[in-house]
């Protein structure tokens, strides 16, 4: 408890800025009509919520509550909520922008949307994450809903938050209704493969990119920023496959190992030790903002948004970024990075291993059905790397980089969906 977390280096853009740089490229070259331009710019809906909540010693404590619908032509939306003292709308507004792109660059059938609390649940017992949870519910009683808006887990939140949103959805509805919410434990219809689902993709896409720059992940190295659900998995399947992890880093510090840390090994330390990796044996503590500009074959940025920016791209020697957080690269970073050759497989299409098999989860409940997790895998892989190779071949036909060809091909499908419904 208590850690401080080191200051990233901020370069003053903030995600939204960064995002809706991107869309205009990616407008831009698409030659998207000023209408549609104009609808997709602003988000469909946004709600700020006060959150009354008795805290342990008895006092009563105010949060602040977010949950912004970018769109939901193409379905009901989807996405996470945050829990992190930095949560703010702008935030929250980015994130649920980028939803609606990513599910359109893998093509399912939502919306995008992100909501979150400001709040800081590692300094918060059980109950009182529980009644912060329940108020938010109960606040949003009319936004959630299977057919409306799907929530799931994002930073600094998990299964547990999800069960305690679904039990206060269920009974103020008078019936269980598990659809309203993904990412939640099995027992309660959670779907087998969830928990790892956006680290495989990670790895999925980085496997894929590593096979078309002709590295062999058997002589690979690479270093991972954040060990949280993203980072963790994504260390594990990466090192199954033979690529050599030889940094990872959380809130703690980040450990380096020439040799490849274990990352299993990482994984079990860190849940026996209050979530951490602080102390971990058999690596050596290094400085947070060496491990991204570290002599590796690839970089996985799996924490927080902005932390590859103007200051430190030009130091990267990575030869592959695979974004496993959402914007861990800033608007100005972009430019470095792609002069300088990395190829850059982007959070929309490199993270949406997670929401793909949300989808699933919430295609099993309805159909109050169970896949084999084989299943799961198989079919979440597929999407993945058919989404890769359409924003690949869609960068190579109009010569951008993936980021902006994933925006294309996302933009395109929610422009396309505009045009056939119609009804402005
Ligand atoms: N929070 C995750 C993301 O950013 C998952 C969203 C979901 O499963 O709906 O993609």
Not at 60 to 87: C, E, M, T
Not at 350 to 357: H, M, P, Y
Request: charged share 25%.
């Amino acid at each position: 408890m208590g850690y401080i977390e080191p200051a990233p280096i901020r370069d003053h853009e903030n995600p939204f800025e960064s995002m809706m740089s991107r869309f205009d490229i990616a407008s831009q070259t698409l030659g998207l009509d000023e209408e549609i331009y104009n609808v997709l710019k602003t988000p469909a809906k946004q709600v700020i919520v006060s959150l009354p909540v008795t805290m342990d010693d008895g006092s009563i404590r105010v949060f602040q509550g977010y949950r912004v619908i970018h769109s939901n032509i193409l379905g009901p939306s989807k996405g996470g909520i945050r829990f992190d003292p930095a949560v703010n709308l702008d935030e929250v507004k980015a994130l649920a922008a980028w939803m609606t792109w990513k599910c359109a660059v893998v093509d399912i059938p939502y919306g995008g949307a992100k909501g979150g609390i400001t709040c800081n649940p590692r300094e918060m017992s059980a109950g009182e994450v529980e009644r912060l949870v329940r108020s938010y519910t109960d606040a949003m009683i009319e936004i959630f809903g299977p057919d409306r808006d799907i929530p799931a887990p994002d930073m600094g939140t998990g299964p547990r938050e999800m069960a305690w949103l679904m039990d206060e959805f269920s009974r103020a509805h008078g019936t269980t209704i598990n659809a309203v919410v993904t990412g939640k434990p099995i027992v309660l219809g959670g779907s087998l493969g969830r928990a790892e689902a956006t680290g495989r993709g990670v790895m999925v896409s980085a496997m894929v990119a590593m096979e078309k720059l002709k590295i062999n992940p058997y002589n690979a190295t690479c270093a991972i920023q954040g060990f949280g659900n993203v980072g963790s998995y994504t260390a594990t399947l990466m090192k199954e496959r033979g690529v050599k992890i030889v940094a990872i880093s959380d809130i703690s510090g980040a450990y380096y190992n020439e040799k490849g840390i274990d990352a299993r090994a990482a994984q079990i330390y860190r849940d026996a030790n209050n979530g951490l990796l602080e102390g971990f044996p058999d690596a050596e503590r290094i400085d947070g903002n060496e491990l991204l500009t570290l002599d590796v074959d690839v970089l996985v940025p799996a924490a927080k948004e902005d932390v590859i920016n103007k200051h430190n791209a030009h130091d990267i020697k990575a030869k592959l970024i695979v974004e496993g957080a959402n914007g861990p690269t800033s608007f100005k970073a972009d430019k470095i990075i792609s002069d300088k050759g990395i190829l850059v497989v982007p959070d929309i299409l490199a993270n949406a291993g997670g929401v793909t098999v949300s989808y699933f989860e919430w295609v099993q409940n309805r159909l109050g059905y169970k896949w084999t997790r084989d299943r799961v895998n198989r079919r979440s892989d597929r999407i993945i790397k058919a989404a890769f190779e359409r924003v690949y071949k869609t960068a190579q036909k109009y010569d951008v980089t993936m980021r902006i060809a994933a925006y294309m091909v996302a933009i395109d499908k929610v422009a396309k969906t505009y045009k056939y419904r119609g009804g402005f």
